[in-house]
């Protein structure tokens, strides 16, 4: 059972789109992260959720908007994409705040043309 | 501010040591992590050190800080192909809501 699981793998749009992209954890965690890694490798967090509740939102646009229904669940919405949002985006998971040993999934590719 | 640095690139044969380093800027890291990344796959925690310690070994991996330089390092002994692959180093803070500052990877080849 794969324990932090992310769908699409790839997605590609056309600028101007919405799209979500959904994580499910089934480790049993509190806390739930997004990072973006660019094209460069470079990974920056984008938001932490600690059991449904927004902790950290790293300067990042309010085109995305992150969405926890429960706390096996961090969805990332994006709106109007951008050309510059192309990256690969990564969630992970750990126990809680405290113990910050990141469980990540596979990461999902998103391409804006 | 917080600052993580890596080298970004790491040519090592089968069989031979490789030690990948880091270095960063903010003395009250917590934990220091290292991870490794895969050709299109996530990150996968290698292991990590708590900022009181020195040194940890777990099999052939063997990390070393040194608190009073900023200094990370990663030793992988008798290094395989499979261990081909960019390493991150990442530090987290207790204060920061224990975001994850990472590296910009470093990227090992092992050559048969």
């Known amino acids: 059972d794969t324990a932090v699981s992310q769908t699409p793998k790839y997605l590609v749009t056309q600028m101007g789109n919405d799209k979500s992209i959904k994580c499910e954890q089934n480790l049993g965690h509190d806390t739930m992260y997004w990072y973006k890694q660019d094209s460069k490798k470079f990974l920056k967090i984008m938001f932490s959720?600690?059991?449904?509740?927004?902790?950290i939102n790293e300067t990042v646009p309010n085109r995305f908007s992150p969405k926890s229904p429960d706390k096996a669940h961090l969805n990332l919405h994006i709106n109007s994409l951008e050309l510059g949002d192309s990256a690969v985006y990564f969630c992970?998971?750990?126990?809680?705040?405290?113990?910050?040993?990141?469980?990540f999934g596979q990461g999902t590719r998103l391409t804006v043309v | 501010g917080e600052d993580v640095e890596q080298s970004l690139f790491l040519s090592v044969r089968e069989g031979d040591s490789s030690v990948i380093n880091c270095t960063y800027t903010?003395?009250?890291?917590?934990?220091l992590y290292w991870y490794k990344q895969e050709p299109g796959a996530g990150l996968q925690l290698l292991t990590y050190?708590?900022?009181?310690?020195d040194m940890k070994q777990d099999q052939r991996l063997t990390v070393l800080l040194n608190k009073k330089d900023k200094h990370l390092s990663l030793r992988i002994a008798d290094t395989q192909t499979g261990d081909s692959a960019i390493y991150f180093c990442a530090e987290s803070m207790e204060a920061a809501g224990n975001k994850l500052t990472f590296g910009g990877g470093t990227r090992v080849l092992v050559k048969p």
């Open positions: 903010d003395s009250s890291s917590t934990y």
């Open positions: 050190i708590f900022s009181n310690m």
């Open positions: 992970a998971s750990s126990q809680d705040l405290r113990f910050t040993e990141a469980f």
């Open positions: 959720y600690n059991n449904k509740e927004l902790i």
